[in-house]
């Protein structure tokens, strides 16, 4: 590892030890960036702090996020706090407005902060990392309006660096592809429904069943629009007529593979 990479990790160090001398609550996805937050904070907390991982169970996010997030949390023996909301109750959210993100975030992190409150815990952290500071992420601005502290970004690790730091701590999630919200995967402005989000879900674990780890299935209304690695278009393509034939059944008429591959935040190509 490299001088600034070793740096980086002590400054971490440090943060997260000044954050759990007290008790304490995490966001908690399950994800690679989540996940080393709440392992660095069971290690580095003082004697008899607790360490609450609270995770959301919601409308906009896949529901296996929820049974990796139980697992992760009991191999690192925190203290799991679930929370269920619909996002959809929100009318700013319905419509899947440009910053629907913000709206989102502003709304689960109001319920966090409530829950911290009960249980006397001292501060709120969450899993930004240094690359999420440099493209557009709306929901930043809810998390630094509530106060929401990020220790990740405020040592400067990207997420390269966070999943080296997390695999080098045998977190097993460390290399798990990252699981934005559903509302994702259409356009801003389209309406956000129950049983076309879950639509879109199916779709998406039946590809990655099918060999596709990274993969988005974004709907631009009866057009389903695959994005996977472009070194995976050999295989997708091999396996084009049983692919085409499931994702038929699952209610997608139109099915194709968007040529450019897999690259997050696509459907933030067209804001000015």
């Known amino acids: 590892m490299n001088q600034n990479f070793t740096e980086k990790e002590e400054a971490l ?3 997260m030890k000044k954050y759990t001398d007290r008790d304490v609550c995490i ?9 080393l937050l709440l392992k660095l904070a069971v290690d580095c907390a003082a004697e008899g702090t607790k360490i609450y991982a609270v995770t959301f169970d919601t409308v906009l996010h896949p529901s296996c ?6 697992k992760v949390a009991k191999e690192m023996g925190a203290i799991h706090q679930v929370i269920f909301i619909n996002e959809l109750d929100n009318s700013a959210i319905q419509h899947n407005p440009v910053d629907r993100c913000y ?9 966090l902060i409530t829950f911290a409150g009960k249980v006397h815990a001292a501060a709120v952290l969450e899993g930004t990392n240094e690359d999420d500071l440099h493209v557009y992420r709306p929901g930043l601005r809810a998390v630094r309006e509530l106060g929401v502290k990020s220790p990740l970004a405020e040592a400067g690790l990207t997420k390269k660096e966070v999943r080296s730091l997390a695999e080098k701590l045998g977190i097993s999630v460390a290399n798990r592809p990252a699981a934005p919200c559903l509302a994702t995967r259409l356009p801003y402005g389209a309406d956000l429904q129950p049983d076309t989000l879950r639509k879109i879900e199916d779709g998406e674990t039946y590809l990655k069943q099918a060999g596709f780890p990274v993969v988005r299935l974004r709907l631009h209304g009866n057009i389903a629009r695959i994005e996977i690695p472009v070194s995976d278009f050999s295989a997708f ?7 085409t034939d499931r994702l038929k059944q699952i209610g997608f008429p139109y099915i194709t593979l968007d040529m450019e591959g897999f690259r997050s935040g696509s459907m933030d190509e067209t804001l000015s």
Request: net charge neutral; with cysteine.
């Open 13 to 15: 160090y440090s943060i």
């Open 27 to 35: 966001a908690f996805s399950g994800g690679a960036d989540s996940s």
């Open 65 to 70: 996020d929820l049974d990796i997030a139980k």
């Open 103 to 111: 709206q989102c975030k502003k709304m689960l992190f109001q319920n």
């Open 237 to 243: 393509i091999e396996k084009r007529q049983e692919i």
